[in-house]
């Protein structure tokens, strides 16, 4: 399995366009976590769904951000529109379901770096 | 409040001294912790978790309840240690399923030859 896989790996973009991150879910992970990393404050979540459905979605910035998660596997991150602040690193992260080995263990994505100008 | 504090940025020390990365955390429940690794290029990664009570790569981490802490240790650092190093926190929510994490800001390990 290649892991959590996140698209793009960098984007640099102009404030005011639409911003789209992607994440793959390991295949069999059933929650889907996004964070942002910044110098300023770590690793900040933002939201994160349970068997595709969204349970806390309290760490998301403002209506600018959404999530969505269409499907078992796929999820995405849209800011729109963009902000400089927004610049950071995102990350996606999966989970097994409770019971097994990795029960709490979360499954992170290499990470999208994103520069709003 | 759910809350992982981690008091240094930054922690240099040379090869084969000691190395202690602090970490405190603010929970009114019972704790899960857990420590995470991200190396240079590399994604973050689980390092240990205090339930499995294992010694990972030589570095162990003690939940002391009283103080609070789950501090990670090893006794001999190595070059191929120096990394961010993040302790974490496992947040109750919403009818007590699969819960987030809670990170702290990090610290950087040096490890200089």
């Known amino acids: 399995d290649a892991g959590v896989i996140q698209s793009p790996r960098h984007e640099v973009t102009e404030m005011g366009q639409e911003v789209t991150l992607r994440c793959k879910l390991i295949s069999g992970h059933n929650s889907l976590f996004w964070y942002r990393q910044t110098m300023m404050r770590g690793l900040e979540l933002l939201i994160y769904?349970?068997?595709?459905?969204?349970?806390?979605d309290s760490g998301m910035p403002e209506d600018r951000f959404s999530a969505k998660m269409p499907n078992a596997s796929f999820s995405t991150l849209k800011i729109q529109p963009s902000e400089p602040r927004d610049s950071a690193v995102y990350f996606c992260?999966?989970?097994?379901?409770?019971?097994?080995?990795?029960?709490?263990?979360?499954?992170f994505g290499e990470g999208s770096r994103l520069t709003v100008l | 409040a759910q809350r992982v504090t981690q008091p240094e940025k930054l922690l240099s020390v040379f090869k084969g001294a000691p190395v202690e990365l602090k970490c405190n955390y603010s929970?009114?429940?019972?704790?899960?912790l857990f420590w995470y690794v991200q190396y240079s290029r590399q994604r973050l990664q689980l390092l240990l978790r205090h339930i499995s009570r294992e010694s990972i790569k030589g570095f162990t981490a003690d939940l002391n309840k009283g103080e609070t802490s789950f501090h990670l240790k090893k006794p001999f650092a190595q070059e191929e240690d120096s990394a961010m190093y993040y302790c974490?926190?496992?947040?109750?929510?919403?009818?007590?399923?699969?819960?987030?994490?809670?990170f702290g800001k990090g610290t950087k390990l040096s490890v200089k030859p």
């Open positions: 929970y009114s429940g019972s704790p899960e």
């Open positions: 992260a999966s989970s097994p379901g409770t019971g097994g080995p990795n029960t709490g263990e979360l499954f």
């Open positions: 974490a926190l496992k947040a109750t929510n919403y009818g007590g399923s699969q819960g987030n994490l809670i």
């Open positions: 769904f349970n068997n595709n459905v969204p349970i806390d």
